[in-house]
């Protein structure tokens, strides 16, 4: 049972990452060929899955899917990262007002939901893959500032930075020595959660028609084209699905699994 | 028949070995006997083991009764009627053993209407006068106010009355004064005394203080790594120990008996211990 | 309180006064309520600005993208596009506190009049998803923390694992598979009015509301679960078991009240995740309340109708937030005398 959920996070990591790989450079059929005749044709020789409502191969969409999905975590993920980080830390280290004040727009910033943001970016510039990272990004970009400030907070207040600055260490120095390399696991873990939560935002705004382009291939796309087609074909809706639940249950596992890893006692006390 | 009688009493949590081994001891109704051990050695657990209240995943052997009644195995519906009621105990720790979001003075009256059927008023009367019964000044104002609007003293004889409000036969203190001041201490366990006196009840007396130990009990069970070493009547205990390790707990407490520029005596000159065993370890 | 008569002499027996009790309170709400206007304010600025701030935005979205220059300029010109922002956003913000939310450009539909109609079936939705949302997980988490070290509670904890990584959208499409396509129990999509024939509501209802409520409850039966496995640590919940209390309603008595307070935060939280679920889930069923309101202005570049939606919904949000903020001051007796 012990670090079940590490493991199980990293193989359904694995799979997804690996599919991204291999579609990069080869799925079973182009997956936007057409295939005369074959629409909503059930599984047969090597189209192990059937074939969607216009007769492309359903299995190397699911596949070439994957890749929309880790794009879209990796980016919108970095950026909330590179905005989240030093904006948190700085809150952490600053002190008084304006420390309050990083922490109040973050709030502010926190009522936008990733989705909400993103149909505005999409209703203001138009949808496109880009929008739709920028927009998830910027809406995750308060879960990093509150997870980095908390952890700047308590390193900075831990002896050894205390006995560093009672050697001398510059307060600046200390910080940059100390605080990053200990709260980076901690940004590991939201990390990982919040790749998960992105690729929920993706596949939602895909499925509204608000994400990527038509020509690329992702599963909330798909989701929305097979809807039409539910009494004829409900399994066209399903395998897409299952990717999306096995990519964000591995990025949530992994997550919670590094969070046990971190942290002896919780796991103690779960 | 003595009120509580423990018999060969084992506690094992998980699959780690066994953190009780064979305890036998009896208390006899209306007596006051202090469990003293260092930390670690058990005592806690013996206390939430005879109140039934082991984590799910400690499993406890062997025989407990409480005025004839087996307590291990009894099926927690049958259990909780009697705990705060023949059986209740005092926790350590005052500042967090009461509600932080109740008035205190409903969180003992609750007690009362939990076991009798009585009114509100009823059960409000009662917990006025058992207040001033561990000597808070102006119960009303006592019974209105939140846990974190008192003074540790005050909040361990509010903790105090929950226990004691309906009069059970035992009575478990479990280090009620370690948390506190001196000063308070000493009134602390002075009520307790006079409430014990009033209500009949026995009492099984936790502490590692051998002042405090002597201030409330007259009997004394020693714990030494789970296990009771001796047991007997303060006097002879503390005038003629037999276990070594029980003169050399002792010899720390006497220092009207060390001579002035010598080195303080501890346990180990009085006792070795073996080799432990490793996992008999265990909080409190 | 009766705090009078007995010898308690000049120290009080009690710490804290009722006057400063409620004093205090005040200011702390007051604070609340500026906080909370403040972030009005921002969050709506920001929103007319993404919806603005570019050049011929609004224009360029009636004409199309490939429209003359000069006539995106002229049109400009005609609504008075070209004035300058501050100016612009005063006069939209002035006109939604007289309760006029604005113009659509395109349809000529008043903005306000179309969000009034729309709302009710939002709220619905999402009230009735919240409530069964809870219904589900506050018995489910609680057991999940009391059977923690057996089997059946890692079951549970994996389950619910589970539902949060299941998309509601996915979850409504498979149900309106299941129970509208191949079972037929209930209509797969549309809306009847509540008071045009009750029955039908309810039936129309019944679909979105689980699906967006099953996945839902199964990020709160996490909360519920580490909240109830805190408070089963608590010495006073120890205390209570110690004077007769059973598990059940030990739980019931003290955890609910001090693990209320996570579980508000939570529904906080969670009551803006199904705002935002909720538009997804109109899109699956057909619902026409405010998301299928906001998914069509978006479709049709009505930047008017987009930015008076967002903004209805980021008020939502910050509504319950604030109310969220206020509930700590009321639950916890502790903060409300904390200055």
């Not at chain 1, 790989?21 to 059930?42: I, K």
């Not at chain 1, 038509?214 to 039409?228: D, K, N, S, Y």
């Not at chain 3, 612009?88 to 006029?100: K, V």
């Not at chain 3, 609680?142 to 949060?164: I, K, Y």
Request: hydrophobic share 50%; proline share 5%.
């Amino acid at each position: 049972m012990k670090r079940a959920s590490l493991w199980t996070g990293v193989v359904l990591v694995g799979i997804v990452l690996v599919a991204g790989l291999v579609s990069l450079v080869w799925t079973p059929f182009d997956p936007n060929r057409v295939f005369p005749g074959a629409a909503l044709q059930g599984p047969q020789g090597a189209h192990i899955l059937g074939f969607d409502q216009l007769g492309r191969d359903l299995f190397s969409r699911v596949l070439a899917g994957s890749q929309i999905c880790l794009i879209v975590g990796v980016i919108s993920v970095s950026i909330a990262a590179l905005i989240g980080v030093p904006w948190g830390i700085a809150a952490g280290m600053l002190k008084g007002w304006p420390s309050e004040l990083l922490m109040r727009v973050a709030d502010i910033l926190y009522a936008f939901p990733a989705l909400l943001l993103a149909i505005l970016f999409a209703a203001a510039r138009g949808s496109s893959t880009w929008s739709a990272m920028t927009a998830i990004g910027i809406a995750t970009i308060p879960a990093f500032a509150r997870v980095a400030r908390a952890a700047t907070l308590s390193v900075m207040s831990s002896d050894y930075i205390l006995a560093a600055r009672a050697s001398g260490t510059p307060y600046l120095m200390s910080a940059v020595r100390h605080v990053l390399p200990n709260i980076a696991p901690v940004l590991g873990v939201q990390a990982s959660v919040s790749f998960g939560m992105a690729i929920l935002a993706e596949a939602a705004l895909s499925y509204l028609g608000l994400g990527s382009p038509p020509l690329v291939v992702t599963w909330g796309r798909m989701l929305r084209e097979a809807q039409t087609y539910m009494f004829n074909d409900p399994a066209l809706a399903l395998w897409p699905g299952l990717a999306i639940a096995g990519a964000v249950l591995g990025f949530n596992l992994l997550g919670d699994g590094l969070r046990d890893l971190l942290d002896p006692r919780l796991r103690e006390a779960v | 028949m003595s009120l509580l009688e423990v018999r060969n009493l084992s506690v094992a949590f998980g699959r780690r070995p066994p953190t009780l081994t064979g305890i036998d001891f009896t208390i006899d109704a209306g007596a006051r006997v202090g469990l003293i051990g260092q930390s670690g050695s058990g005592k806690s657990v013996t206390a939430l083991a005879v109140m039934g209240l082991l984590p799910e995943y400690a499993t406890a052997t062997g025989s407990i009764r409480l005025g004839g009644t087996e307590l291990i195995g009894r099926p927690d519906a049958l259990f909780a009627p009697m705990r705060g009621n023949d059986l209740s105990m005092v926790f350590q720790e005052p500042m967090t053993a009461l509600d932080p979001t109740m008035k205190v003075g409903r969180q003992v009256a609750e007690v009362v209407r939990l076991h009798r059927k009585s009114s509100r008023e009823q059960a409000r009367a009662l917990t006025l006068d058992m207040l001033e019964q561990v000597d808070l000044p102006d119960p009303e104002q006592v019974y209105d106010a939140f846990a974190h609007q008192l003074s540790g003293g005050q909040r361990q004889r509010v903790v105090l009355a929950m226990a004691l409000i309906n009069q059970p036969d035992l009575v478990i203190c479990d280090e009620p004064t370690t948390a506190l001041d001196v000063t308070v201490q000493q009134q602390v366990l002075r009520v307790l005394r006079h409430n014990l006196d009033a209500v009949g009840a026995a009492c099984l007396f936790i502490t590692h203080d051998l002042a405090v130990l002597s201030q409330v009990c007259d009997q004394v069970l020693v714990m030494l790594d789970g296990a009771i070493v001796e047991a007997g009547e303060l006097k002879s205990v503390f005038t003629d120990p037999q276990h070594p390790y029980t003169r050399g707990l002792l010899a720390t407490a006497r220092l009207d008996q060390v001579a002035p520029g010598s080195r303080l005596p501890t346990v180990a000159d009085f006792y070795r211990r073996p080799e432990r065993t490793p996992g008999t370890e265990v909080a409190g | 309180m009766a705090g009078s008569g007995t010898a308690t002499g000049s120290a009080p027996a009690v710490r804290g006064g009722t006057a400063s009790r409620r004093g205090g309170v005040l200011v702390r709400i007051l604070i609340r309520l500026g906080v909370f206007l403040a972030s009005l304010l921002v969050a709506s600025l920001i929103i007319f600005w993404v919806c603005n701030a570019l050049p011929g935005n609004v224009a360029q979205a009636m004409l199309g993208q490939s429209a003359d220059p000069a006539a995106v300029r002229a049109l400009e010109e005609q609504l008075g596009l070209n004035r300058p922002f501050f100016v612009r956003y005063g006069e939209w913000i002035g006109g939604m506190l007289t309760g006029d939310m604005g113009t659509s450009y395109l349809t000529h539909q008043q903005v306000g009049v179309q969000i009034a109609e729309k709302f009710g079936v939002t709220a619905w939705l999402v009230g009735f998803a919240m409530v069964l949302a809870l219904l589900i997980a506050v018995p489910v988490g609680t057991f999940a923390a009391l059977r923690r070290r057996h089997w059946a509670g890692f079951v549970t904890s994996g389950l619910s694992q589970l539902g949060l990584a299941i998309p509601a959208f996915w979850a409504g499409i498979m149900a309106v598979w299941l129970f509208g396509v191949w079972l037929r129990w209930f209509p797969a999509n549309g809306y009847v009015p509540l008071t045009e024939d009750p029955a039908q509501w309810l039936a129309h209802l019944v679909l979105p509301v689980c699906s967006l409520a099953l996945v839902q409850s199964a990020v709160l039966v996490r909360y519920v679960r580490s909240a109830t496995i805190e408070v089963l640590s608590e010495d006073y919940y120890r205390t209570a078991r110690a004077v007769g209390w059973r598990e059940i309603p030990a739980l019931l008595r003290h955890g609910l009240r001090n693990a209320s307070l996570s579980v508000v935060t939570v529904l906080g939280l969670q009551l803006t995740t199904l705002l935002v679920g909720a538009i997804v889930i109109e899109q699956v069923f057909a619902l026409p309340g405010l998301g299928s309101l906001l998914l069509q202005a978006v479709a049709q570049r009505d930047l008017v109708m987009v930015q008076g939606t967002v903004l209805v919904l980021v008020l939502a949000v910050l509504l319950v937030n604030f109310l969220v903020d206020l509930s700590y001051l009321l639950l916890d007796p502790r903060l409300r005398e904390r200055r």
